[in-house]
């Protein structure tokens, strides 16, 4: 899904133009904190790559975890991309998802410890 959104933003807002994409984003980021920057479009180009080396991993290697690094960066992006630049009511749905997403990764890091030690017991 990743890819698709990078493919669909380049191909519906930019016209397939690295140098549009960075020149829009640039243009947004000055509106939103002042900052004419278009390295927005760099940190999600070393995202979509990471993730997708992560994705190749998991194929090869199944039982292999993400590592929790590459969560947090994720967290980052989506967060900026809805809260900080997204249309003011994302702002209300954000707050919600982001907390949801919390509680569910402590569940799994509970569930995850628990399941540890049961097999270090070897129960």
Do not use: K
């Not at 509680?103 to 030690?117: F, G």
């Amino acid at each position: 899904m990743c890819v698709v959104h990078v493919i669909t933003a380049m191909a519906g807002f930019h016209d397939f133009s690295h140098a549009e994409s960075v020149r829009h984003t640039a243009e947004v980021t000055r509106r939103v904190v002042g900052v004419n920057w278009g390295g927005g479009v760099y940190v999600n180009y070393f995202f979509t790559l990471l993730w997708c080396v992560d994705a190749i991993q998991q194929w090869r290697r199944p039982q292999r975890c993400t590592p929790i690094w590459i969560h947090v960066f994720m967290a980052f992006i989506v967060f900026n991309a809805t809260f900080v630049f997204g249309p003011i009511w994302w702002r209300y749905t954000t707050v919600p998802i982001v907390l949801m997403l919390a509680v569910a990764w402590r569940h799994r890091a509970r569930s995850d410890r628990n399941s540890d030690s049961t097999e270090a017991v070897g129960l």
